[in-house]
């Protein structure tokens, strides 16, 4: 499938430091309280990264780091809203030490139904947290890695970021955002030693339906991944450095398809799917 580029210079792993701690062994991953995030912790731990968690419930955040530290990480904990401004700040100030060769923004959630019935303020709080939070952590982390010239990031989009979705019509512009952000920033930053990865996930197995209020949105069992293939998949790619990672042969089948089919086709297809889903759950 041609969703993947490769650029095999660059590693997720970064060079020791001067003073011999793992300098560029640290990761910082937002929304790591639960699903995606949570794994992307836990898998960076295992490939021996010290890391540094985000998300706003500070209990769960601190049972993971216990789990971490207990396996041999060191792992620290920044509770914070990344849709406000102070929050933001809090994660702005630590990357700023400089210690992170690794930056997951993962933080997102998602919004479905009519747009005129919901409510507007969770609205632009989605695009808060999936857009501008992102971009705001993306400018500092790349710049301190840019300084360094290594280090990764992987920003995490959807398959949604392929076609509009009517009834969640922001959400997937959020993505789209995100994946045409990160694709530019990949080949930006490929000219200085950074890579930058875009996770394009599909169904894949969180809190995430629960909380956009979409339940199994009428997606069939075979489809859904667990969080752990999709950050395998996500580690994998960003170590080979491609600028697209979109774990699952079917989701890479769907993100492809929008390219293939009449845009008014794609809109009427994605409108049907997801207004059923918006009116059963
Ligand atoms: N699951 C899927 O089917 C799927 C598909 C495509 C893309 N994605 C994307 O994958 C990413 C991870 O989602 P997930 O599936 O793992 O869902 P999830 O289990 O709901 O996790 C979302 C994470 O984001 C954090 N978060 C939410 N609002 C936040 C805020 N204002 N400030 C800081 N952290 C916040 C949550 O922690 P707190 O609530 O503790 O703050 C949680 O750790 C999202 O960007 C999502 O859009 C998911």
Redesign the pocket.
């Known amino acids: 499938m041609a969703t993947e580029t490769k650029d095999p210079a660059t590693e997720v792993t970064t060079a020791p430091s001067a003073d011999g701690k793992r300098e560029g062994k640290r990761a910082l991953v937002?929304?790591?309280?639960?699903?995606?995030?949570?794994e992307f912790a836990r898998q960076l731990a295992k490939q021996g990264y010290d890391v540094v968690i985000?998300?706003?419930?500070r209990d769960?955040l601190d049972k993971i780091a216990n789990e971490l530290k207990e396996a041999g990480a060191d792992a620290e904990v920044i509770a914070?809203?990344?849709?406000r401004p102070e929050?933001v700040a809090a994660v702005v100030e630590r990357l700023e030490k400089g210690d992170i060769g690794v930056l997951v923004n993962?933080?997102?959630?998602?919004t479905s139904g009519e747009f005129t019935r919901l409510p507007i303020d969770r609205e632009l709080q989605e695009i808060d947290?999936?857009i501008r939070a992102l971009t705001r952590l993306s400018h500092v982390g790349l710049a301190q890695m840019k300084q360094k010239g290594a280090g990764s990031i992987i920003n995490?989009?959807?398959?949604?970021a392929y076609q509009p979705v009517p009834y969640m019509s922001t959400y997937a512009a959020t993505?789209a955002y995100v994946l045409s952000f990160s694709e530019g920033l990949h080949e930006e930053a490929k000219g200085y030693g950074v890579n930058v990865t875009c996770l394009c996930?599909?169904?894949?197995r969180?809190?995430?339906?629960e909380?956009a209020g979409v339940g199994e949105g009428g997606i069939p069992g075979f489809a859904w991944m667990s969080?752990e293939a999709v950050v395998k998949n996500a580690l994998g790619a960003a170590k080979a450095g491609s600028a697209i990672a979109t774990p699952g042969l079917l989701n890479k089948v769907t993100a492809n398809l929008p390219r293939f089919t009449p845009r008014f086709a794609v809109r009427k297809i994605s409108g049907a799917m997801f207004k059923r889903a918006a009116e059963r759950d």
């Open positions: 937002t929304g790591a309280s639960s699903g995606i995030g949570e985000v998300a706003r419930r769960r914070a809203d990344l849709s929050g993962n933080a997102g959630f998602g947290l999936n995490v989009a959807s398959t949604g993505k996930p599909g169904a894949t969180t809190e995430f339906q909380v969080a």
